[in-house]
């Protein structure tokens, strides 16, 4: 298996524009997450599906951030607009049991 | 309020010795912890986990230890090795959700 994929892996954007950032997940892994890495708060849980529905979306920071998993194989984090704050690395996580989860190589965000 | 807690930002060991990472937390709800390796552009990968019914898991050089009256868990890896030197980021699980330490920053040296 190819792992989890994501893309794109940087993207470079203006304050205001739409984002959007994709993952494809580990075929069968029922469970997927959205993860957002910065130096001041680590690693935190945005959002998460299981069985392509959204369980726990209490991490999402606004209204600006939405995700949809229209089917087992894709995901998609939306930010509309973008801000400068939120320029970070934006990993995707997928796993069988909702326990152990494997990583994408995460996508890099800088808003300007 | 930090919920899950690794204290020490950095550590470095020679080669050959053992590496103790260290990892606390607060909320007894939690059900399920794990480790994961963490090298530079790249994502997290999953290295060993423990339930709560358990204190010691072994797989390899890798041992997690985990001590509930303490709400402390530790990784210890014999050997070190340089292709150890990583980010280590200790994880628990409560009701499906992973909360993170903000990691230790392994140096091994040869």
């Known amino acids: 298996d190819a792992g989890v994929i994501q893309s794109p892996r940087h993207e470079v954007t203006e304050m205001g524009q739409e984002v959007t950032l994709r993952c494809k997940p580990i075929s069968g892994h029922d469970y997927l997450f959205w993860y957002r890495q910065t130096m001041m708060r680590g690693l935190e849980l945005l959002i998460y599906f299981n069985n392509n529905v959204p369980i726990d979306d209490s991490g999402m920071p606004e209204d600006r951030f939405s995700a949809k998993m229209p089917n087992a194989s894709f995901s998609t984090l939306k930010i509309q607009p973008s801000e400068p704050r939120d320029s970070a690395v934006y990993f995707c996580?997928?796993?069988?049991?909702?326990?152990?989860?494997?990583f994408g190589p995460g996508t890099r965000l800088t808003v300007t | 309020d930090q919920q899950v807690k690794q204290n020490s930002p950095s550590l470095s060991v020679q080669e050959g010795r053992i590496s103790i990472l260290n990892c606390d937390y607060t909320?007894?709800?939690?059900?399920?912890f794990l480790w994961y390796k963490k090298y530079p552009a790249e994502g997290p990968t999953f290295l060993i986990s423990?339930?709560?019914?358990?204190d010691k898991n072994e797989d390899g050089r890798f041992t997690v230890f985990l001590n509930k009256s303490a709400k402390h868990l530790s990784l210890h890896i014999v050997p070190s090795q340089p292709g150890d030197s990583a980010v280590y980021f200790c994880?628990?699980?409560?009701?499906?959700?992973?909360?993170f330490g903000d990691g230790t920053t392994l140096t091994v040296k040869p």
């Open positions: 994880a628990a699980v409560n009701a499906g959700k992973s909360t």
């Open positions: 996580a997928s796993s069988l049991t909702g326990y152990e989860q494997y």
């Open positions: 909320n007894s709800m939690f059900d399920y």
């Open positions: 423990i339930s709560s019914i358990k």
